[in-house]
C-alpha cells in the first residue's frame, strides 16, 4: 500500500476589522437601549407612584375639608337655636312690659337683652362665621342695654328679628362654599364659585330717611335713621365703608349700614342690594 496523502491545510481567513468594529458598535447599541429602556419603564414607574399619592393626598384633603364644613355646620345650628330662643325670650319680655311696665318687667327685659348680646359675643369668639351675623346691630343692643333703654331695646330687638332669616342663610351659604370646593377636588366638573370682591364706597351713601316706614311717633324714627345715615357717610368720608361683593351683590360691610328698622325702602347701601348705587 502507498503512504497516504494528507489533505491540504484549511487556509486562515485574515482578520477583519471592519466586521469586529461593526459587530462591537452593534452589541454597545443594544447594551445602551437596554439601559435607556429600563429607566423610562423605571421612570414611569415613579410618575405613576407619584400621581397615586397626589391623588391620594387630594382625596385626604377633600375628606378633611368637608369633616371641617360639618363640624361648623354642627355648630352653626347650635348657635342659631340658642339665638333664636333668646330672640323669642326677649320678645316675650318686652311684650310683659308692654303690658305692665313695672321694673322687675324692665329688668326682665334687659337681661333678655344682655344674654342676647352677650351669646352672640362669646360665639364671634370661636367662630369666624359668626362674625357677621347682625352687621353691628349687637353691638347696638348692648349699648340700649347698659343705658337701659326700653324704646332702643325694642327698636333692635326688631331688627334683629328683621334680619336674622337673610343672614342665616348667608352664613348657610358661605359654609357650603368649602363643601362645593371639595367636591370639585374629587372629580366634580362643577367649575368653582366666584370669590368675593372688595368695594370701596366714598359717597353715594343715603338711608332714605324721609320715606321711613317704622312708628314715626314725634319724629324718633326719622332721628334714629338720621343718626345712622350720618355714621355711614363719616365712614365712607374716611374710606373706611368696604363692601363684599359677591355676584352682584353686597353680602357684607366692614361699617354698619343704616338702621334696619327706620330705613326707607331706596337706602343704600344694604345687604343684599346690588354693588351700584340705583339711579
Not at 40 to 55: F, K, L, T
Not at 89 to 111: C, G, H, Q, T
Not at 271 to 276: K, L, M, Q
Amino acid at each position: 500500500m502507498g503512504t497516504p496523502i494528507a489533505p491540504p491545510p484549511k487556509e486562515k481567513k485574515p482578520f477583519d476589522r471592519t466586521v469586529a468594529i461593526v459587530s462591537l458598535i452593534i452589541g454597545l447599541a443594544a447594551v445602551i437601549v437596554a439601559f435607556w429602556q429600563g429607566a423610562i419603564a423605571n421612570g414611569a414607574r415613579m410618575d405613576a407612584q407619584e400621581s397615586a399619592q397626589r391623588e391620594q393626598l387630594a382625596e385626604n384633603e377633600a375628606k378633611a375639608a368637608k369633616q371641617r364644613v360639618e363640624q361648623e355646620r354642627t355648630k352653626f345650628c347650635r348657635f342659631t337655636e340658642n339665638y333664636r330662643t333668646m330672640i323669642g325670650d326677649l320678645s316675650v319680655s318686652l311684650s310683659r312690659y308692654s303690658e305692665n311696665p313695672s321694673e322687675d318687667n324692665k329688668r326682665s327685659v334687659v337681661a333678655s337683652a344682655a344674654a342676647l348680646a352677650s351669646n352672640v359675643e362669646n360665639w364671634r369668639k370661636v367662630q369666624e362665621s359668626i362674625a357677621i351675623v347682625l352687621d353691628g346691630e349687637v353691638d347696638k343692643l348692648r349699648e340700649a342695654t347698659s343705658s337701659a333703654d326700653i324704646e332702643a331695646i325694642r327698636l333692635q330687638a326688631e331688627t334683629i328679628s328683621k334680619k336674622a332669616n337673610s343672614q342665616f342663610e348667608l352664613i348657610d351659604a358661605m359654609l357650603e362654599k368649602p363643601v362645593t370646593a371639595a367636591m370639585n377636588s374629587e372629580g366634580s366638573q362643577s367649575p368653582p364659585s366666584p370669590q368675593p370682591t372688595e368695594l370701596v364706597v366714598s359717597e353715594g351713601v343715603s338711608c332714605d330717611c324721609d320715606n321711613t316706614q317704622a312708628p314715626n311717633i314725634g319724629g324718633a324714627a326719622t332721628r334714629q335713621c338720621l343718626a345712622s345715615e350720618q355714621a355711614l357717610k363719616k365712614a365712607a368720608a374716611a374710606g373706611q365703608l368696604k363692601l363684599q361683593i359677591e355676584n352682584g351683590k353686597i353680602i357684607s360691610s366692614s361699617a354698619n349700614l343704616c338702621d334696619s328698622v327706620t330705613q326707607g325702602s331706596a337706602a343704600w347701601p344694604a345687604i343684599g342690594a346690588p354693588s351700584s348705587r340705583p339711579r
